[in-house]
């Protein structure tokens, strides 16, 4: 059994380990606090800056879509990119073939 001045020492060393403690935590989060400060404020300053360059471009125009185009227009565009890429294949094809297999 401690002594009634071990027992005032014994609650002296938690109240202080746990006033250090918190401490150490309220500065940690004093420095995390200010430095989160400082990056807002970089954030900031950046999101001005894309704001200005964003408002000296004119805005893009709409997108074209299927749904506003005929039909017609559409198929014919389809057939015109699937012949042009029928054409590569057989380049490509022709570039792989040995010299022997082709056909002039």
Known sequence: ??????????WAVIVLGGGLL????ARATWRSA??????????TALVEDLQRA?????????????????????????????ARQAEDRAVRRAERMPPWARVH
């Open 1 to 10: 059994m401690l002594p009634w001045w071990g027992w005032i020492l014994l």
């Open 22 to 25: 918190v401490g150490v935590r």
């Open 34 to 43: 200010k430095a989160l400060t400082a990056e807002l404020g970089r954030a």
């Open 54 to 82: 964003l408002d000296e471009h004119d805005p893009p125009a709409p997108p074209v879509t299927a749904v506003t185009q005929p039909p017609h227009s559409l198929q014919e565009e389809h057939r015109r990119e699937r």
